[in-house]
């Protein structure tokens, strides 16, 4: 029971409103992970509490860093996930539809060539062709992406205000 104590206490190296939002929880957590070891060996319990006591030192130290350098934490939110909410960076959409376009316009090229050295058929402007499908491309992708968005935005809505008042580890103790 000393090394929940000793864990509580290593909690107050964070910051005080990330310790009211998450520490009640992290503790819990912490003591249902450690009760659940008590038949294992001394070196994977050995293990499990050099990697908690480390996790917390490291995200203390990310948490207070956060807050003096003002880059983003997982207190922006309330109830926030505490996982970044981007897998890769925002300019990547950009580079994306850039190399959509630059295949739209290969492919438009390689018709004209066709069409220019395989028929005497007259050959159609490339540019407006070009332009006509990736508008009707990015209409469609933009049409797709805001139908799913409104779904998942409808059901993390309504699912995060009822997990928000959830908290198991008070009903447990």
């Known amino acids: 029971m000393r090394l929940h104590a000793l864990y509580r206490r290593l909690l107050f190296l964070y910051p005080a409103e990330y310790r ?3 520490g009640d929880e992290m503790a819990w957590v912490f003591e249902r992970a450690h009760n659940e070891l008590r038949r294992e ?3 994977v319990r050995a293990m499990f509490l050099a990697q908690e006591f480390q996790g917390v030192l490291a995200g203390s130290v990310r ?3 956060s807050g003096v350098f003002g880059s983003q934490s997982i207190r922006s939110g309330k109830g926030g996930s505490m996982e970044s909410k981007f897998r890769f960076p ?3 959409l950009i580079f994306m539809l ?3 376009l630059v295949v739209v ?4 090229k390689a018709r004209v060539i066709v069409l220019h050295y395989g028929s005497n058929v007259g050959v159609p402007p490339e540019w407006p062709m070009a332009l006509w499908i990736f508008g009707q491309v990015l209409l469609a992708a933009l049409a797709f992406a805001a139908v799913f968005w409104g779904i998942f935005f409808a059901l993390r809505r309504s699912g995060i ?3 928000e008042e959830l908290k198991p580890w008070l009903n447990q103790k």
């Open 41 to 43: 060996s001394a070196f």
């Open 98 to 100: 850039l190399s959509l």
């Open 63 to 65: 948490e207070r860093a």
């Open 105 to 108: 316009l290969a492919v438009g």
């Open 20 to 22: 009211q939002e998450f």
């Open 90 to 92: 925002r300019t990547t």
């Open 161 to 163: 205000q009822r997990l």
